[in-house]
């Protein structure tokens, strides 16, 4: 995962990449738990060009280490979907979705909740007020 993150800042300039681990177990070795990405060519985009409307999902990622991918997507002045910002965590729960968004809005720069709308599942409603 560091040389996927490493790729990533190398190849995309200023775009916000994130990788936490857990906390080391008894053998000393830190295990994997939340990665964010938000790429700068697509921040740019979307607060140039795409209405102020912000969708946010999730989707069980069914592979070998399998977890939990969040999604935040916009739309273009096409109606188009206009992908903003993604992560991948080990369990969708309260602290996953508050860091996933809390992170979104800081890279958005979105200081009131009244500028944007926001849709959502009704799991993740509640957390958008809080974080937004």
């Known amino acids: 995962m560091w040389d996927y993150a490493d790729a990533l800042r190398k190849k995309n300039p200023g775009s916000i990449i994130i990788m936490n681990l857990e906390e ?3 053998e000393r070795r830190k295990k994997f738990k939340r990665f964010y990405v938000c790429f700068a060519g697509v921040k740019k985009g979307f607060l140039s060009g795409c209405r102020p409307f912000i969708g ?3 989707f069980h990622l069914k592979g070998l280490h399998g977890g939990i991918l969040l999604t935040a997507v916009g739309v273009d002045l096409n109606n188009n979907q206009f992908p903003l910002a993604y992560s991948v965590v080990i369990s969708e ?4 979705w508050k860091w996933f968004l809390t992170l979104l809005r800081d890279d958005l720069n ?9 849709i959502s599942d009704k799991d993740s ?3 958008l007020r809080r974080c937004f």
């Open 56 to 58: 946010v999902d999730s």
């Open 93 to 96: 729960n309260k602290e996953s």
């Open 125 to 127: 409603y509640q957390l």
């Open 110 to 118: 979105i200081a009131r909740e009244d500028s944007y709308t926001f």
């Open 24 to 26: 080391p177990d008894v």
